[in-house]
């Protein structure tokens, strides 16, 4: 990833977060780990986490219903020419290192 795709992803996982933050019913804690451009900054992915877990595919589809108004959210905060298409998944990553730090901790 360049140097300018990490810092559009990064101001993009930001964005994510205070849109998150502020749509959200308060019945979940959606949290943005991280986010991926392509090389043509035409997409993105943002990753998200959410607890309590029980709540997770609830708030996930909360967050694919809004990616239209999270577009026109960052048309409105972003100075780039061109506003990427965006597409919301669960960071498996952080769930994985979740369950080992919860595995070496029971030991």
């Known amino acids: 990833m360049t140097q300018r795709n990490e810092k559009v992803a ?43 877990l029980s709540k997770e595919h609830t708030a996930f589809l909360f967050a694919k219903r809004k990616r239209k108004e999270f577009r026109e959210f960052l048309k409105k905060n972003m100075a780039t020419k061109n506003v990427p298409f965006v597409d919301f998944a669960i960071d498996l990553g952080e769930k994985n290192r979740q369950k080992i730090d919860e595995l070496l901790r029971n030991g």
Do not use: H, W
Request: no cysteine; aromatic share 6%.
């Open 10 to 52: 990064n101001y993009i996982k930001e964005l994510a977060a205070r849109f998150l933050a502020r749509e959200n019913n308060r019945t979940s804690l959606i949290t943005v780990t991280s986010a991926t451009t392509s090389p043509d900054l035409k997409r993105t992915t943002i990753f998200i986490t959410v607890l309590p």
